[in-house]
C-alpha cells in the first residue's frame, strides 16, 4: 500500500520561507514520479511541482517558477518543496501524490495515491 505523509506546513508572513516534506512508503521509490499539489479555498486543486524519479527532471508551474524548488532524498524516501518569497496566493492545503504524470503543462495524479495534505497559510 502507498502511503504518503506530509509535513512542514505552517503560518509564515510574506516573503517567508517553508519548507515541505513528503515522505513516501510502499512502493518503489525511485520508479514513480511525485508531485505537489495544493488547493487553495474555494478553487480546484492544482499541480504546483513534480520530479521524474528516472532522471530527476523537475516542473514547476508558472506561478512558482524561480520561488519553489522540489528535490528528493532518495535515503529517505522523502521528497521536498522549499517555498521561497512566499506570497499570500500560495495559500492552500498543500498535497503530494505518486504516481503522477505531466501532460503539457499539467500535472496529473488522478490515479495515483494521496497524503493527507498540510496547511500553509501566508499572511501580508
Known amino acids: 500500500e502507498v502511503q504518503l505523509v506530509e509535513s512542514g506546513g505552517g503560518l509564515v508572513q510574506a516573503g517567508g520561507s517553508l519548507r515541505l516534506s513528503c515522505a513516501a512508503a510502499g512502493f518503489t521509490f525511485d520508479s514513480y514520479a511525485i508531485g505537489w499539489f495544493r488547493q487553495a479555498p474555494g478553487k480546484e486543486r492544482e499541480g504546483v511541482s513534480c520530479i521524474s524519479r528516472g532522471d530527476g527532471t523537475t516542473f514547476y508551474v508558472d506561478s512558482v517558477k524561480g520561488r519553489f524548488t522540489i528535490s528528493s532524498d532518495d535515503t529517505k524516501h522523502t521528497v521536498y518543496l522549499q517555498m521561497n518569497s512566499l506570497k499570500p496566493e500560495d495559500t492552500g492545503v498543500y498535497y503530494c501524490?505518486?504516481?503522477?504524470?505531466?501532460?503539457?503543462?499539467?500535472?496529473?495524479?488522478?490515479?495515483?495515491?494521496w497524503g493527507q495534505g498540510t496547511q500553509v497559510t501566508v499572511f501580508p
Open positions: 501524490a505518486a504516481p503522477v504524470s505531466l501532460i503539457g503543462t499539467t500535472i496529473r495524479g488522478d490515479f495515483g495515491s
